[in-house]
């Protein structure tokens, strides 16, 4: 059974950083591209940022410069630092795993999922 569990979430002001974790259980690391998404109630899920099994990356426009993701197969764990902390990044980060698909922005593309932690940016 895969298993995705996040950590790192809370509280931050304006400008600050947070740095996000997803360890994976239940399926080889090297056979699966990892992402990050990000949703606000009432919102879709939205797309931040992948990184695929030869740790090629994509990410989204409004995160790109601001936010890093890396995989440490070591530890079977994927990463999101986020840096420059804005209030419109408040929202549930979810981490995610895919072992069929390219990486995608679209989270239908995404087989597994994390239960999310929140991270809040208050001004």
Do not use: H
């Not at 239940?26 to 919102?43: E, L, S």
């Not at 197969?73 to 072992?99: F, G, H, K, R």
Request: glycine content about 8%.
């Amino acid at each position: 059974q895969v298993q995705l569990t996040e950590s790192g979430g809370g509280s931050v002001q304006v400008g600050g950083a947070l740095k996000l974790s997803c360890a994976l259980s239940g399926r080889a690391f090297n056979t699966v591209n990892m992402a990050w998404f990000r949703q606000v109630p009432g919102k879709e899920r939205e797309f931040i940022a992948a990184i695929t099994r030869s740790v090629g990356t994509i990410s989204a426009d409004s995160v790109r410069g601001r936010f890093t993701i890396s995989r440490d197969s070591n530890l079977n764990s994927v990463y999101l630092q986020m840096n420059s902390l804005i209030p419109e990044d408040t929202a549930v980060y979810y981490c995610a795993a895919s072992a069929k698909y390219l990486p995608s922005s679209s989270s239908a593309n995404w087989e597994y999922w994390g239960r999310g932690t929140q991270v809040t940016v208050s001004s």
